[in-house]
C-alpha cells in the first residue's frame, strides 16, 4: 500500500476515533437534554442555531479548502487567510448584534435578543483562531487535531452538564457552544507556533478562488437548512423543535462520523487533479467506503425508529418516530454527495459546483413552498426525497465531468443495498419477539442486524467484489491499518 493511501486511511481513522468519542459524549449530551428540555426549548436553539450558521457562511472564506488545494503555502498566504477571516467575522458580528432586536421581533420571541448577543461571540472566538493548524490537515497529520477537537468537546460538554443540571433551558446548549469556541481558539495558538500577523498582501489570488467558495457555502446553507427554515414559518414552535432535534439526531452518522472519516480524502483528490482516470478511481472507492458504511445505517433507521428515538431522545419523544424513518432518506443524501462535491474542488471547478448548488436549492425550496404537505411527518418527507433526487443529479453531472461510467459505479453500489436489505429480511424472518426495555430491544436488533449484514457483506465479496480493484484495494487497506494498530498495541 502506498504512503499516501497510509497517511490517508491513518488520518480517516483518527478522525473517525475522535468523532466517535465526541459523538458519545453527545450521545450522552442528547440523552440528558432531550428529557430536560421542552420540543419550545430546542425550537428556540433551532433558530439561534439556524442563524448563526448563517452569519458563519458569510464569513466562511474558504481558507481551509484554500490552503489545503494550494501546491505551496507560505507565511504571507496563512496570514492573509487569518486576516480577510478576522476582518469578516468582526464586521458580520456587528451586523448581528445590531439584526438582534428585528429577529426577535420577527419570531415575536424577546428571549431571542440575549440568547443571540451572548452566542454571537463565537463568530469573534472562531476568526481568531491560529491558520497554522491548517498545516496539519496538508500534511494529513491529525493526531494534534485529534486531541485539540477532543479537548474542545469534552470542554462544552461539562459546560453544559453543570447548567442544565442548574437551570434546565435553552441556555445550556448555548453556553456550550460559546466554551467549545473558546477552547478551540487557545488549543490552536498551543498547538501550533505560528503565530499569525495583518497582512493582505494575497488578497487577490485568495479571493479569486474563495469568492465562489463563499457564494457555493451559502446556497449549500440553505439548501441544507432550508427546510428547517420553513418549518418554522409553516409550523409552531414545539414543531420546529421537534424536526430540528429528530434532523439532528437523524444526520449524525453522516456529520459526526462518515464525512470526518473521509475527509482527508480531499487531499488525496487533489494529487490526482492531472488524471481523470486515477480522480474518478479514487471517487468511486470512496463512494464504495461511504455506502458500505451508511445503506445499513439507513435501512436500519427506516425500520426500526421507535427504538431509536425511546433510546436517544426517550419516550416522550415517541410522537416523532415517523420523523426518524423519513429523515434516513435525507441522511443517505447527504453523505453520497460529499465526494461528489470534494471531486470538483480538487479540480478547482468550485463555479459549476456553485452553478450546482444555486439550481438545487431554488429547486428544492420551490417545490417545499409549493407542495410542503400537510403534517410535518410529510414535510419531512418530501424534503427527503428532494434531497435524494438532486443527489442523483448531481451524479451525472460528476459523471461528466470526470467520466465515473454509470453503468461500473452502480454495479460496485447496488450490492450493498442488497447486503442492507436482506440483512432486515433476516430479522423479518425470525419474527423476534417485542421486548418492553426500549435499550435493549435496539441493541438486540442492532447486533441481529449488522451480524446479518457483515454475513451478507462477506459473501458479496468473495462473489463479486475480490474481482474489482476497488474491492481488494479496501480489503488491503484493512488489513494494513490492522497490522498496523496491533504492533503500536504490542
Known amino acids: 500500500m502506498t504512503t499516501l493511501s497510509q497517511k490517508v486511511l491513518t488520518s480517516s481513522l483518527l478522525l473517525l476515533s475522535a468523532r466517535m468519542i465526541q459523538r458519545g459524549l453527545g450521545l450522552v449530551s442528547t440523552l440528558v437534554l432531550a428529557r430536560l428540555l421542552t420540543p419550545n426549548?430546542?425550537?428556540?436553539?433551532?433558530?439561534?442555531?439556524?442563524?448563526?450558521?448563517?452569519?458563519?457562511?458569510?464569513?466562511?472564506?474558504?481558507?481551509?479548502?484554500?490552503?489545503?488545494?494550494?501546491?505551496?503555502?507560505?507565511d504571507m498566504?496563512?496570514?492573509?487567510?487569518?486576516?480577510?477571516?478576522?476582518?469578516?467575522?468582526?464586521?458580520?458580528?456587528?451586523?448581528?448584534?445590531?439584526?438582534?432586536?428585528?429577529?426577535?421581533?420577527?419570531?415575536?420571541?424577546?428571549?431571542l435578543i440575549d440568547a443571540f448577543f451572548v452566542v454571537s461571540f463565537v463568530l469573534i472566538f472562531k476568526a481568531g483562531a491560529n491558520p497554522g493548524i491548517i498545516l496539519y490537515?496538508?500534511?494529513?497529520?491529525?493526531?494534534?487535531?485529534?486531541?485539540?477537537?477532543?479537548?474542545?468537546?469534552?470542554?462544552?460538554?461539562?459546560?453544559?452538564?453543570?447548567?442544565?443540571?442548574?437551570?434546565?433551558?435553552f441556555w445550556a446548549i448555548i453556553w456550550g457552544d460559546l466554551a467549545a469556541a473558546i477552547s478551540?481558539?487557545?488549543?490552536?495558538?498551543?498547538?501550533?507556533?505560528?503565530?499569525p500577523r495583518l497582512n493582505l498582501s494575497r488578497f487577490q489570488e485568495q479571493w479569486s478562488f474563495s469568492q465562489w467558495i463563499l457564494f457555493k457555502g451559502l446556497l449549500g446553507f440553505f439548501r441544507s437548512q432550508i427546510d428547517t427554515i420553513l418549518v418554522s414559518k409553516f409550523f409552531n414552535a414545539g414543531d420546529l423543535g421537534r424536526y430540528h432535534l429528530v434532523r439532528g439526531v437523524a444526520v449524525l452518522p453522516s456529520t459526526d462520523i462518515i464525512l470526518p472519516a473521509v475527509q482527508p480524502l480531499l487531499a488525496a483528490f487533489s494529487q490526482s487533479k492531472h488524471n481523470l482516470a486515477a480522480l474518478a478511481y479514487k471517487v468511486r472507492l470512496?463512494?464504495?467506503m461511504i455506502v458500505v458504511t451508511i445503506s445499513p445505517i439507513c435501512f436500519f433507521m427506516w425500520n426500526h425508529p421507535g427504538p431509536i428515538v425511546d433510546v436517544l431522545l426517550g419516550s416522550q419523544w415517541q410522537n416523532t418516530y415517523t420523523l426518524m424513518m423519513y429523515f434516513s432518506i435525507l441522511l443517505f443524501a447527504f453523505v453520497?454527495?460529499?465526494?461528489?462535491?470534494?471531486?470538483?474542488?480538487?479540480?478547482?471547478?468550485?463555479?459549476?459546483?456553485?452553478?450546482?448548488?444555486?439550481?438545487?436549492?431554488?429547486?428544492?425550496?420551490?417545490?417545499?413552498?409549493?407542495?410542503?404537505?400537510?403534517?410535518?411527518?410529510?414535510?419531512?418527507?418530501r424534503r427527503g426525497l428532494l434531497g435524494?433526487?438532486?443527489?442523483?443529479?448531481?451524479?451525472?453531472?460528476?459523471?461528466?465531468?470526470?467520466?465515473?461510467?454509470?453503468?461500473?459505479?452502480?454495479?460496485?453500489?447496488?450490492?450493498?443495498l442488497g447486503c442492507a436489505y436482506l440483512a432486515e429480511m433476516v430479522l423479518k424472518l425470525l419474527s423476534l419477539p417485542s421486548i418492553e426495555n426500549p435499550l435493549i430491544s435496539l441493541c438486540s436488533l442492532?447486533?441481529?442486524?449488522?451480524?446479518?449484514?457483515?454475513?451478507?457483506?462477506?459473501?458479496?465479496?468473495?462473489a463479486f467484489y475480490q474481482k474489482t480493484e476497488e474491492g481488494r484495494q479496501i480489503k488491503g487497506l484493512i488489513f494494513s491499518n490492522i497490522k498496523t494498530l496491533s504492533a503500536k498495541i504490542r
Open 446 to 462: 442492532t447486533l441481529l442486524y449488522f451480524v446479518a449484514y457483515g454475513m451478507f457483506l462477506l459473501i458479496s465479496y468473495y
Open 41 to 74: 426549548d430546542f425550537g428556540i436553539v433551532a433558530i439561534v442555531a439556524l442563524t448563526i450558521a448563517l452569519f458563519e457562511i458569510l464569513s466562511n472564506t474558504g481558507s481551509i479548502l484554500y490552503l489545503t488545494q494550494k501546491q505551496d503555502v507560505s
Open 184 to 195: 478551540m481558539l487557545i488549543g490552536s495558538y498551543l498547538l501550533h507556533p505560528f503565530r
Open 286 to 288: 470512496t463512494l464504495l
Open 388 to 416: 435524494l433526487g438532486f443527489t442523483s443529479l448531481f451524479f451525472i453531472y460528476t459523471e461528466r465531468m470526470v467520466n465515473l461510467s454509470y453503468i461500473y459505479t452502480f454495479s460496485l453500489l447496488l450490492p450493498l
Open 77 to 111: 498566504d496563512l496570514n492573509t487567510a487569518w486576516t480577510i477571516d478576522l476582518l469578516l467575522k468582526s464586521a458580520l458580528w456587528l451586523l448581528l448584534i445590531g439584526a438582534t432586536p428585528y429577529i426577535a421581533d420577527f419570531y415575536d420571541n424577546p428571549t
Open 336 to 381: 453520497f454527495e460529499q465526494p461528489l462535491s470534494d471531486c470538483f474542488i480538487a479540480l478547482g471547478k468550485v463555479k459549476p459546483l456553485f452553478y450546482y448548488d444555486l439550481i438545487s436549492v431554488v429547486g428544492i425550496t420551490g417545490l417545499l413552498v409549493v407542495f410542503p404537505g400537510d403534517t410535518l411527518e410529510e414535510f419531512a418527507l
Open 137 to 169: 490537515r496538508r500534511a494529513l497529520e491529525y493526531k494534534k487535531l485529534f486531541l485539540l477537537t477532543l479537548i474542545e468537546k469534552v470542554v462544552s460538554f461539562c459546560v453544559v452538564m453543570i447548567i442544565v443540571f442548574v437551570t434546565p433551558s
